[in-house]
């Protein structure tokens, strides 16, 4: 690979619905640490950066998720661009967007490896192997899809038929794309050794897939290139353009460019690849116990078998229950039989549809200068825990309907009130009257915890009126 003409895109837009309660929309399963100690995003990132010769990362991400990306792959150190959707519009002109940006960042014949920044792959030699493999065939003018060797009758993923190899590279024409089977046929498949799974990875030229997609879908390409070339930069973002972007038909890169397309490849990929796309992701973790249960946190089995349980706040007991998944967070429970775990996702669609704060936010909210929970919460008072990252600030802002006790527990804060600024160390306290503009700030370089305490008589988030924010937030 050579080191100008590869370009991981980290596609980090998804919703993960089927892993509620722990995967919520304003912080989903791509930032969550569902493996091992790296969230799924920076996993992803650091296997891309170790591709021989691989140039900085692009991620695609929503406009709710920047700095969580932006502060995650800090994290990791790994330097990146981060371009922002103003809307969800899938896959395809997501992909467009990466070709135009490799093509103008590093020239037409750039090679763009994308790839969804929530799966799980578990040997790193045998990615890199199979990227290497693929490589020949994009550089032909192949677009090239990767099928991941199954190893169970999954019924949650699309298929892929593997065709006759093609001369001159290690690829194979794509037979058939088939979507989610039934039991019975995905057992017939697995049994076939000719059908991979889909799994959403990609490797080709920008200059080719632009043409390519400008042949079959001309309108997405213009608008999705369009948003690219308006777009703006914001701090270290790229602000795609709304208007251009927008208007894009919303569509996957597998209906709108692989199954009508004649430059599609297919190279295997057996590199224990999951999508971690539902609680049975559970199952492949080797934590099974001689009952064949699975069990994440603080977790007690009694007499239980075969069961899928996640634990992060508290004890879960299971006694004498068989073949069920059981995650517990803080705020929310979810019990349901193994062979449901795709309808989760149904569950998920109710809450938002009726307006459950459960379906968004966990009880921890993540904000670009650190994070608050909610330790209590009753009518007309609400008590947070708020702890701003070193060198933060919150806006300068104001409410119309609380006022707000400030108690220091660690670190040191900078408080503006009015026109008064002022230092509070550990253990000292102020108040924020109702309708003073006021600010938070951490000046030191240490965590800054405090407990707030809000009381009036409406404590929503959107009683917020910003006057200044470093973060470029409006409300």
């Not at 003409?5 to 892993?19: D, K």
């Not at 909610?374 to 802002?397: E, W």
């Not at 900078?414 to 006021?438: A, M, W």
Request: hydrophobic letters at 45%; one cysteine or more.
């Amino acid at each position: 690979m050579n080191k100008q003409h590869i370009l991981p895109v980290l596609l980090a837009g998804g919703s993960g619905t089927r892993l509620w309660p722990q995967s919520r929309e304003q912080y989903p399963k791509q930032f969550l640490s569902l493996i091992d100690d790296h969230s799924l995003l920076q996993g992803t990132a650091l296997r891309a950066v170790a591709l021989p010769g691989a140039l900085p990362p692009l991620v695609i991400c929503g406009e709710q998720h920047r700095f969580l990306a932006a502060e995650q792959l800090r994290q990791v150190g790994v330097e990146c661009s981060i371009a922002l959707e103003p809307a969800a519009r899938n896959t395809a002109p997501a992909a467009a967007v990466a070709a135009a940006f490799a093509r103008e960042r590093y020239g037409p014949e750039t090679l763009v490896f994308l790839m969804a920044a929530d799966h799980a792959i578990a040997d790193q030699a045998a990615f890199v192997a199979a990227a290497q493999a693929a490589v020949g065939a994009a550089q032909q003018g192949r677009i090239v899809t990767f099928g991941i060797v199954p190893t169970r009758a999954e019924t949650g993923f699309g298929y892929l038929k593997v065709g006759a190899a093609l001369e001159g590279t290690e690829a194979f024409q794509v037979d058939r794309f088939i979507e989610k089977p039934d039991r019975p046929t995905a057992e017939e498949f697995l049994a076939s050794g000719t059908h991979l799974w889909n799994g959403g990875l990609f490797l080709f030229r920008a200059d080719v897939f632009l043409s390519e997609l400008g042949r079959l879908e001309p309108q997405m390409m213009a608008d999705a290139t369009e948003s690219y070339a308006r777009g703006r930069a914001d701090m270290d973002f790229v602000r795609l353009d709304r208007e251009s972007f927008s208007r894009c038909r919303a569509d996957s890169i597998d209906y709108a460019v692989m199954e009508r397309t004649a430059l599609a490849a297919l190279v295997p990929m057996n590199a224990g690849w999951d999508d971690v796309g539902s609680w049975e992701y559970l199952d492949t973790l080797p934590l099974k116990d001689a009952g064949g249960n699975v069990a994440k946190g603080d977790v007690v089995l009694e007499g239980a078998s075969n069961n899928l349980v996640s634990a992060t706040s508290r004890l879960v007991a299971l006694v004498g229950v068989e073949g069920h998944i059981v995650v517990e967070t803080a705020d929310a429970v979810l019990i349901a039989p193994r062979q449901k775990a795709q309808d989760v996702k149904k569950l998920a669609a109710r809450l938002k549809e009726s307006g459950r704060p459960e379906a968004q936010l966990h009880p921890r909210v993540y904000r670009p200068w650190g994070w608050y929970e909610t330790i209590a919460l009753a009518n007309r008072f609400q008590v947070k825990r708020i702890l701003v990252s070193p060198g933060q600030k919150l806006s300068l802002q104001m409410h119309h309907h609380r006022a707000e006790h400030w108690v220091v527990v660690s670190g040191t804060a900078r408080v503006t009130c009015e026109d008064k600024v002022f230092l509070l160390r550990e253990d000292q306290s102020t108040y924020i009257p109702l309708g003073n503009k006021h600010r938070l700030e951490n000046p030191g370089s240490i965590p800054l915890e405090i407990i707030e305490i809000q009381s009036g008589s409406y404590l929503g988030e959107d009683d917020i009126v910003r006057f200044e924010d470093i973060y470029g937030r409006s409300g």
